[in-house]
């Protein structure tokens, strides 16, 4: 039988940094042998909401895994490929703006 956690690329796991969410790419990992295939990307969401222990979590998997996990936030911005910005555990938001920011743009 197939292991159902090895994945084809092109891929996007979105990686929502809870437990089971790292479960999941923990299993994925070690169905790769602890590395992702280079088109297989893990995303992570920050709405700026999360609690602080979620975004060092999401940083302790990708330090401790060595998986690259890219953090991306929302901006407002006229151009729709501005809209997401990459950012790091160091300069993610913790005060809600991309989840305010998101909200107005849809008022």
């Given at each position: 039988?197939?292991?159902?956690?090895?994945i084809?690329?092109?891929?996007?796991?979105?990686?929502?940094?809870g437990?089971?969410?790292?479960?999941?790419?923990?299993?994925?990992?070690?169905?790769?042998?602890?590395?992702?295939?280079?088109?297989?990307?893990?995303?992570?969401?920050?709405?700026?909401?999360?609690?602080?222990?979620?975004?060092?979590?999401?940083?302790?998997?990708?330090?401790?895994?060595?998986?690259?996990?890219?953090?991306?936030?929302?901006?407002?911005?006229?151009?729709?490929?501005?809209?997401?910005t990459?950012?790091?555990?160091?300069?993610?938001?913790?005060?809600?703006?991309?989840?305010?920011e998101?909200?107005?743009?849809?008022?």
């Amino acid at each position: 039988m197939a292991d159902p956690f090895k994945i084809e690329g092109p891929a996007l796991i979105s990686f929502s940094g809870g437990r089971t969410s790292g479960y999941m790419l923990w299993r994925i990992l070690q169905a790769h042998g602890g590395t992702l295939p280079a088109d297989v990307v893990v995303t992570f969401a920050n709405t700026g909401k999360e609690m602080p222990q979620t975004l060092d979590f999401v940083k302790a998997c990708q330090d401790r895994w060595g998986v690259h996990i890219e953090w991306l936030q929302y901006e407002a911005a006229d151009d729709p490929q501005n809209r997401w910005t990459a950012v790091t555990h160091a300069n993610a938001s913790r005060n809600g703006e991309p989840f305010k920011e998101l909200i107005r743009a849809n008022e």
